[in-house]
T-cell receptor, first 113, second 116 residues
Framework: GNSVTQMEGPVTLSEEAFLTINCTYTATGYPSLFWYVQYPGEGLQLLLK?????DKGSNKGFEATYRKETTSFHLEKGSVQVSDSAVYFC????????????FGSGTQLTVLP | DVKVTQSSRYLVKRTGEKVFLECVQD?????MFWYRQDPGLGLRLIYF???????EKGDIPEGYSVSREKKERFSLILESASTNQTSMYLCASSLIRTGFVNYGYTFGSGTRLTVV
């Protein structure tokens, strides 16, 4: 079946540090890949997405590249801010499915001033 | 922007009560979903719906039912609430685009339900 594995948290960084949150997936074909962010007390918001191999999704300084050969979609940001503190979820949508998403377990990020 | 509205942010109910969680979206999306979110378990799909009066079981449907009488509204029903249903409940919707590419979900803000 389809699955998403994220690096375990929590992750604690100082402001302006470099961020990587690893995400690997298991799926047949060419799934679409997503990163969602959940700020405290809120629902999930779509952060970025990539729908085919080698695509790079980007938003708000975050980037992730769809790597088919390593089945990965790692999230990166060059310089984190305190306001980036949140839970980050990696997710996939199987090939040919416009409907369902499979989520990873989430990674808590805390950025200290 | 698409908006998904969940009727309550916080809810406290007693064991055995029938509980209704309401979700409304305003952009004519075909698909709607109910998830629960628990620490260490991530998001788990309870039920989803492709169209009015259509419903499909997700990964953990036991103890829940759903209703979709209108396209914009998707209700989650706890027939007889139990303490192990204490959780954060998230509603989401999505649009089917041409080519059947999934462009992602829009989530509501969540309902934190406590069953005592």
């Amino acid at each position: 079946g389809n699955s998403v594995t994220q690096m375990e948290g929590p992750v604690t960084l100082s402001e302006e540090a470099f961020l990587t949150i690893n995400c690997t997936y298991t799926a047949t074909g060419y799934p679409s890949l997503f990163w969602y962010v959940q700020y405290p007390g809120e629902g999930l918001q779509l952060l970025l997405k990539a729908t085919k191999a080698d695509d790079k999704g980007s938003n708000k300084g975050f980037e992730a590249t769809y790597r088919k050969e390593t089945t990965s979609f790692h999230l990166e940001k060059g310089s984190v801010q305190v306001s980036d503190s949140a839970v980050y979820f990696c997710a996939l949508s199987p090939s040919g499915s416009a409907r369902q998403l499979t989520f990873g377990s989430g990674t808590q990020l805390t950025v200290l001033p | 922007d698409v908006k998904v509205t969940q009727s309550s942010r916080y809810l406290v109910k007693r064991t055995g009560e029938k509980v209704f969680l309401e979700c409304v979206q305003d952009m004519d999306h075909e698909n709607m979903f109910w998830y629960r979110q628990d620490p260490g378990l991530g998001l788990r799909l309870i039920y989803f719906s492709y169209d009015v009066k259509m419903k499909e079981k997700g990964d953990i449907p036991e103890g829940y039912s759903v209703s979709r009488e209108k396209k914009e509204r998707f209700s989650l029903i706890l027939e007889s609430a139990s303490t192990n249903q204490t959780s954060m409940y998230l509603c989401a919707s999505s649009l089917i685009r041409t080519g059947f590419v999934n462009y992602g979900y829009t989530f509501g803000s969540g309902t934190r339900l406590t069953v005592v």
